[in-house]
């Protein structure tokens, strides 16, 4: 469903009134960063497309956008589930040691005893921290937890996470 350049930042919820606002959850830390858009891309059940935008606002915690073209409620109403979606170069920078799920998503997982383990697949939320999903052609998949203990180093230029696993997690 997403295209690889390309980063989710809100994803349509259904129309907002009568003249082709729509309603945008967004999926950012970030919500500020829609008040001065003027363009994004809007992608999802075949589509993708750069839509101008004419104006956002806030209204109960939801983000409400007016694209050019769409004018009335049935056509933003079947923008339903579509996300909206910027280029990985206009992602806000965030402070040294913290990361995009993008960036991490394939980072290939080195344990400072064992070596090469495998595949970072997925990142899980869990509240206290991210739990980080490897997958492993020798130990399946492998559930590390995203602390500062386990996670000693990053390195996004050459594709690598170097971890200290905590005793019991493989054995």
Avoid at 2 to 17: K, Q
Avoid at 50 to 64: D, G, K, P
Avoid at 79 to 86: A, E, F, P
């Amino acid at each position: 469903m997403y295209d690889e350049d390309l980063v989710s930042i809100g994803v349509i919820r259904g129309a907002y009134g009568l003249r082709g606002e729509v309603r945008v959850a967004p999926l950012t830390d970030f919500p500020e960063r829609f008040d001065k858009m003027e363009k994004v891309f809007v992608v999802g059940s075949g589509v993708r497309a750069l839509m101008n935008v004419e104006n956002t606002r806030t209204a109960n915690q939801t983000i409400l956008f007016k694209f050019q073209g769409i004018d009335s409620r049935e056509t933003a109403e079947g923008m339903r589930g579509q996300h909206l979606m910027i280029p990985e170069n206009e992602v806000y920078p965030l402070p040294e040691g913290s990361y995009y799920h993008f960036q991490l998503k394939g980072l290939r997982v080195y344990d400072q005893e064992r070596g090469y383990l495998g595949i970072l697949q997925d990142i899980l939320e869990t509240g206290a921290n991210d739990v980080y999903s490897i997958k492993s052609e020798e130990y399946g998949e492998i559930l590390i937890p995203a602390i500062k203990e386990v996670v000693l180093r990053v390195d996004l230029e050459k594709g690598e996470m170097q971890i200290k696993l905590l005793p019991g997690l493989l054995d």
